[in-house]
Each structure stands twice: as structure tokens, then as C-alpha cells.
């Protein structure tokens, strides 16, 4: 059976410095800082990632030598059990380890909430009008770009190059919903105004099929070995070919779909009939293709339309729900992921512009085609390009995405709660309400473990290689009755798991 | 920062607010209402657009340079 498909999402964001005199790098940590200064969490995070596997299994107390923590760059976990750092001259903030599709919506949007929050408290460091002002998008329009990764917990018997060829084509055609828009071309080679417009601000870097990589040669599937949590039993597929969204929707299909497919490919029930021929240039095909009605090559001759694999994808989904239920992603959220992607395909498919509520890309779209019909010009005008790059800027007076009438998932008093506590039904729990109670006594954290220094030698590593213990419900006793750090510690040392 | 505040609060008033949970309308009539709406919204928010864009798009897309990430 297909495992709880426990998902996050790590965003970098694009940054730019007004009036100031900071490179990248030292306007990323400002913004860190800055949002610190407001909150009693000060922990580093922990880069000490030896995972043997007989730390592997729930709680082990041990003596441990001093963790590894970075001073260079700023790098620090949030009460709410995210990650907030630099990276590669950009500010990235990582959600919480989620269970359910609705909480990563919420917890990216938390995320951003974190980013405006950041900007107003630097505004207000920074002299002489000085402004730092984020970006959730992928590329400068030049042929840089970062990105929005995410990851989803997979069963480690699930052969690899099984999940690679059949989680692939799902990957090239998903940007049919899941694409953010792009006005321009970044592939090599491209010449100006040959593609005015795009799906993916993404596609234009994929260069391999599968690989190590993700700042150059980036593959559509990376083989990032890094669980984060125990390695014998799980793997984390770290996916690096997806847009960063700013509509809650779309971020909903793209990690829900995604979250389907591999419990399918668990299941052993996708079949390789939908393996694609060619799928570094099927990417870039879809891409550049606004109209949907361009086929890529399969691997079995035939050909397809990106909607057309999509169409298939849901049909097995739903037989697979029908056979194995939808506990792996929840029975309500899989329950709306099913309605939802079998409304943005037809809507997609009927041309349906009520899809602009749903889709970044075609509410972008048209934006930049009546702006362009409006004032006559060309596509290559620098005001087209600047609607795209304006549609995800994260200010609020200024961000295109907030006026565009997309519909939402989640209120903003959750977006407010979320940025404070974490979700309750994962580990982050227990990181979460850690650094919240016992801030002072924690040097450091990260995915899979805290470190405590309760005043006595040595340093206390509480180990978490289960993403779904810590949680709430399994932690309610033991917070309930420990007050303090060493409480806590002591009270671990006497069971077997947080 | 006062300013800015007043231009958001003006400028939430005349654009179209993120509408929640709408599910997608099936009658036809209901439809057509559905498109004129979506179409008078676009017409609202290209009215405005100038006031909430940068100013000098040439100097700005130009000075949009981020260092590669991953």
C-alpha cells in the first residue's frame, strides 16, 4: 500500500535591493534577521547529518559531540517548524513537513506572510527609504533562475527507475495547471520574441532526464538522496522541475496530483504506457504552447496532448482511489484534488476563462494580452515583461497575482496562526512547540533531530526519523507534564519516542 | 509609509477582491454572467494597472538580475 505521502515545499524567492547599499546575500540575511528581531527563536540550524541506521528507529538518547552549526550564512527554524536561511544569495524558507495537501497550501502561504512581514521590518532598518522587496518567481528573464522545490515522502522499495520513467510524464505535463506563466524564452539559443509567452517560468532549464544536479544541467527528476528521515524505510523524492505558484489552487493541484501519481507508482498500477519519448524537449514543447493542442512523441510511437496524459493520469487515479482508497493523501483533501483537477482539465479544454481564477499561467496570460491590446504593443515591450515579474511581487500594493481575482483556499487568521505554530499531525509539531517552550535551551535543530544544552555536559540530541511521530496527539502527555528543557529530557529518557 | 498605506487601502477598493470558494458554475446562462463578470474585472484591473506598476518598465525589467539558485 501507497505510505502517507508526508510533503513541504522549499521557495527561493527573487529579491531586489532599492536605495540601499547591500549585495544579495547580506539583504537575504537582513530579511532573516530582521523577522528574528520580532520572535523569541534564535536557534541555528543543524547540519550534522550522519543518519546511521541504528539512530534509525523512533528515540534514542545519547551523548553526542557539539553539532555542526554554519555562521556564515543566516540559517535558522521558525516556531511554526519551518526553515528560514539564505541560498545562493536568496532568501528561501522551507515549510514544515505537512500530512495533508491543504496544510502545504497553508503553509506556503505562511511562508509568504513570513517574506511580507520580513520586508516591512527591514523597511523600517534601512534609512533613507531604503526597500527590500521579494519575488515568488523562478527567473530573472536573463537565464538565471532558482527555485521552488518540493518533496514528498516515498517507500523505499519502490524501485527508482520505475518511479523516474512513470512519474516523468506527469512532470512535463502538469504545467498545464501547475505553470506560473513566463512573458519571454530563456532556452539556449532562443532568439527574442520567437516565444512571447510561455507555461512554465521553469521549463527553460531542464537539460537532462534524470540526475544529481539542480543549479546547472537541472534534470526533471533529481536523485537527491537525502531522506531527512529513516533511510531503510523512506526516500524523499526532492522535485526540483516545478513553478513557485502564487495561486492557492494551483499550488493545491500541483503538490495533490503529484501526491496521487506516486501513490499510484507505489501501487504499482500507472503501467508504462504513458512513458514519454523524449521528455527534456517534450517539457519545453509544452511549454511553448498556449494553445494545448501540440502532441509530444511517446515512447510507445503514438502520440499525445499534454491534456490528453492528463486526462489518462486522472482516469487511473480515480480507479486507483476506487481500489486502494485515498488514505495515502487523506480521504477529504484526495476526495478535492480528484474535483479539482477534473475542473481545471475540462476548463482548460473548453478555453474556459474562469480557469484565470485556477491556473497562474492564463491569468497572467491575460493580463499581459489586454495590457498588450490596450496600448498596442509589441511582445517584446518591457511593460509585458514587467507585469509578469510584477505578478509576484510579494507586496502588497504592488503585487498583480492579489488584484487578479484568484480564488482562494485558506483565511488569512490561518495564515496569521500558521505563521507562528506548526501543523499537528507531523514531527514539526514537536519541533515547533520545542523552540516555542524551550527556546533558550535549544543550540540547534533541522529535519530529523533538536539538539538541547540543559545546563549539564554533554549536548542532548533528541533524535525524530519518524515524520509522522511528534505529533500532537502523541506529544500531549509529555509537554503536558514538562515544564522545562530538562524536564523534557529527562521524561525522554525514560520512553522510546517523542 | 503612511502614503503607502492610503495607496493600498485606495487601491483594494477599486480592484476585484480574490472571491473564496466558487465552485465552478455548470448552467449555461450562469456561465455567459460568469464570463461578462471575469471580462469586467480584467477591464477594472487594466484601468488601474498603471498606478500599481513600476514606473520606468525599461530600467526596471533591465535591473531585474538575481544570481542563479538551484
Known sequence: MAIPKVCGIETEYGIVVRDADLNAVSASSLLINAFLGRTETRAAWDFFDEQPGNDARGLLLGEILAPEVETHLVNTVLTNGARYYVDHAHPECSTPECRTVSDVVLYDRAAEEIMRRSMTRAASLLHDGGEIVVYKNNSDGKGNSYGCHENYLVDRAVPFGRLTSQVTPHFVTRQVFAGAGKVGCESPGAVPGDVAYQLSQRADFFEEEVGLETTLKRPIVN????????????????????????????????????????????????????VLAHPVSAIRQ????????ATIAMASGKRMTALEIQWQLLERARSWADRFGLDSVTVDDGK???????????????????????????????????????????????????????YSDLRSARSLASRCGLRTMVEQDAVDFAVEHPPTTTRAYFRGTCLARYASDIVAANWDSIVFDVGTDPLRRVPMMEPLRGTKELTRELFASCATARELIDSLGKTSTP | MVLLMAERTKKQRSVPQRESGTPNETDSGKKSDSTDRLKAELDDLLDDIDEVLETNAEDFVKSYVQKGGQ
Request: aromatic share 4%; charged share 30%.
Open chain 1, 286 to 293: 509544452v511549454s511553448n504552447d498556449p494553445s494545448l493542442r
Open chain 1, 223 to 274: 536523485t537527491r538522496d537525502e531522506p531527512h528521515c529513516d533511510p531503510t524505510k523512506y526516500r524523499r523524492l526532492h522535485v526540483i522541475v516545478g513553478d513557485a505558484n502564487m495561486s492557492e489552487v494551483a499550488t493545491f493541484l500541483k503538490v495533490g496530483t503529484t501526491a496521487v501519481v506516486l501513490s499510484m507508482i507505489e501501487d504499482d498500477v500507472l503501467g508504462d504506457d504513458l
Open chain 1, 336 to 390: 478535492r484534488v480528484l474535483e479539482e483537477w477534473e475542473s481545471v482539465l475540462s476548463g482548460l479544454e473548453r478555453g474556459d476563462p474562469s480557469v484565470a481564477n485556477v491556473v497562474d499561467w492564463v491569468a497572467k496570460k491575460r493580463l499581459v494580452d489586454g495590457y498588450a491590446e490596450r496600448h498596442s504593443l509589441e511582445p517584446t515591450d518591457a511593460r509585458l515583461k514587467l507585469i509578469d515579474l510584477q
